[in-house]
């Protein structure tokens, strides 16, 4: 409902799919915590490592802000 009210293409159909680039959680992690920008991020991914880069960031923000230790992610597949 949030990625919504930002903006109507962005919303989810598919959780997996849909915030696997990383690019909706970015802009839905910049809405809730109403920051302009958490982070230079690759707005169009191409390669898995496009992909890699916007989560190493989600969870570097995510840290940031509760100052807890969130564990990494591991890369399968496309992005």
Known sequence: AQLRRFDT???LKNLTQ???DGVKLI???EIVTNQSQIGSY???PKLVWHCMQNA???LRFLAQQTFE???GCRATGEC
């Open 56 to 58: 190493a960031l989600i």
């Open 27 to 29: 802009i839905l992690l």
């Open 69 to 71: 230790k969130v564990q």
């Open 18 to 20: 849909d915030v696997r």
């Open 42 to 44: 690759t707005k169009q």
């Open 9 to 11: 293409s962005l919303q």
